[in-house]
């Protein structure tokens, strides 16, 4: 059983609680049960996934029923939000909709409760298609089973001994693999309580009883900013960085704030998450710790030939394991592209592995992804947003190194009529979700490009 919490007893025991609002065990299970009688039937549907009782009470419903949840980010500009509804095929959104809904909406209704049995799915059947940003183009699906997810948790549970006496903090968005597989679904498998805070804040973190924090790098640089918050997670078990590069120094000031080096993990929305520190293990800074429970991986250098382990030779990154996804929809091309003929998914990732098995990431083989905050923003789809604008007659979008989040979003513009940085903006706000928006933007006279005109991004930054 995925979800192997609900159901099992305890129904009075605390779930979730999220947004001021708190679920039983009990509610829970009816209340999603409810869900999945009202859906069950579909194939897909559209959620919304703002950080509320609606969203858990949605996706939980889906899984019961065997019907496939999208989830949508509340703040998508119409452009992404529409590319979404049609590359998925939802037939439906669940729960509460946007204005510009597009599609027949199914009510999900906190206080409704069934008791049903449904069977279990099959565990091959697609759990969620996540949508993720390519180097160009609009994003892709990622179609992940519930095999595939029920592999996953259990491997971050054998590594951080994660068990039901555990309280999960987090303040992550639902709408990615971070806050929604691991943050939601994690705990509902693992049957250890959620308090969703909301937005990740230090405040919200400090003021939260757990015992296992989640969090992005520029969570964790915004905690050791407040040494009051930090201290107030002294009495924490294990605090977790993942989805981006964790600075060492930020490392160094949270165990020094807390008392807790922090557990660090790697993982892609396509992955899952296939590298972790252990909670008996050693935690280093700069390192993502190890493969977890049947993960396999190996570097190989741009010839295809073996890089060795030995801490010292860089390779591209790849793995397998049975937390991987099934591929991209709608996208067979793209998807036997991210694989190497003898089965090994290639992350896109540049790495190092010692002996032990450490790993550390040393950056992207791509400067066209972009990791802010710890969302992935392709260059591409940044650019052809700002080339829409009448005024924009070349663009090249980048990543520049930010102690807050990691990368910014810079935009380079060359005009052919005039426009201010903030008209700019707003052009790609209007198409595409708040943090894909440039935080700056620096119009020039022209873009360096080599002897084939391919823009030179590494001279950008
Ligand atoms: C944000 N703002 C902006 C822009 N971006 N304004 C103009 N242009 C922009 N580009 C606004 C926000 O709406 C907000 O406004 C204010 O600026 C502050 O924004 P920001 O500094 O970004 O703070 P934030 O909104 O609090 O965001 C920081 C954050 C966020 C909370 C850390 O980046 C975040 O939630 N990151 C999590 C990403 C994540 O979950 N990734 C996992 C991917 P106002 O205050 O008015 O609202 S899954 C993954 O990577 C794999 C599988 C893995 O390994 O986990
Ligand atoms: P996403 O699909 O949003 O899940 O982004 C996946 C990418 O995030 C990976 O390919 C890495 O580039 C990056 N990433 C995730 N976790 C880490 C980490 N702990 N350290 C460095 N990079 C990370």
């Known amino acids: 059983m995925l979800l192997r919490s609900l159901g099992a007893g305890a129904d009075a025991a605390e779930a979730v609680e999220i ?48 019907v496939t949840a999208v989830p949508v980010p509340p703040d998508s500009g119409p452009a ?24 027949p ?40 089973s519930r095999r595939a997810i029920a592999a996953g948790l259990d491997a971050v549970a054998d590594a951080w001994a994660w068990t039901s006496a555990d309280t999960l903090v987090h303040g992550l968005p639902l709408f990615h693999l971070h806050g929604l597989v691991l943050g939601v679904l994690g705990p509902l498998r693992q049957g250890s309580a959620l308090i969703h805070t909301g ?9 939260a009883p757990g015992t296992l924090y989640f969090g992005v790098p520029t969570v964790w640089s915004r905690v050791v900013e407040n040494g009051t918050a930090a201290a107030e997670l002294k009495s924490a078990r294990l605090l977790v960085s993942g989805s ?46 190890s493969p977890l429970l049947g993960v396999q991986t190996r570097l190989r250098d741009d010839d ?3 890089v060795p382990a030995d801490g010292v030779g860089i390779g591209g990154l790849q793995v397998r394991g049975p937390m991987l996804f099934d591929g991209y929809l709608g996208r067979p091309e793209a998807t036997a592209a991210s694989w190497t003929g003898d089965g090994w998914f290639t992350t896109g990732d540049v790495a190092v592995a010692d002996a032990d098995g450490f790993h550390r990431i040393v950056g992207r083989a791509s400067v066209d992804l972009i990791k802010t905050g710890g969302f992935r923003v392709g260059a591409g789809e940044v650019e052809t947003a700002l ?12 990543g520049v190194a930010d102690d807050d989040l990691g990368q910014r979003i810079v935009a380079h513009v060359v005009l052919r009529d005039t426009a201010t940085a903030q008209q700019l903006i707003d052009h790609v706000a209007a198409d595409l979700s708040i943090h894909k928006r440039p935080r700056e933007i620096r119009i020039v006279d022209t873009l360096p490009r080599n002897a084939m005109g391919k823009v030179q991004k590494k001279l950008l930054s």
């Open 80 to 103: 992404e939000r529409r590319h979404i509804l049609a590359d998925s095929g939802a037939q439906a959104w669940l729960g509460p909709a946007p204005d510009d809904a597009g599609l």
């Open 105 to 144: 909406g199914i009510p999900v209704r906190r206080h409704a409760r069934s008791w049903h049995s449904f069977p279990e799915p099959d565990s091959a059947a697609t759990a969620l298609i996540m949508y993720t940003s390519g180097t160009t183009g609009a994003p892709k699906g990622v179609m992940v």
């Open 304 to 306: 295809g030939a073996d």
């Open 19 to 66: 947004g001021g609002v708190r679920l039983t065990r009990g509610d829970l299970l009816g209340g999603a049960t409810a869900v999945a009688e009202r859906i069950v039937g579909a194939q897909r549907v559209a959620v919304l996934a703002t950080p509320a009782a609606s969203t858990v009470l949605a996706v939980v419903g889906c899984l019961i029923a065997g």
């Open 387 to 398: 080339l829409g604008h009448p005024a924009v007659a070349e663009a090249a979008v980048v």
């Open 199 to 207: 937005r990740p804040t230090p405040e919200a973190y400090a003021a």
């Open 244 to 289: 981006a590069p964790l600075p060492a120094p930020v490392f160094d000031k949270l165990a020094a704030l807390t008392g807790h080096a922090p557990v660090e993990r790697y993982g892609m929305t396509e992955t899952g998450i296939t590298l972790s520190a252990r909670a008996a293990g050693e935690r280093r800074p700069g390192w993502v710790g």
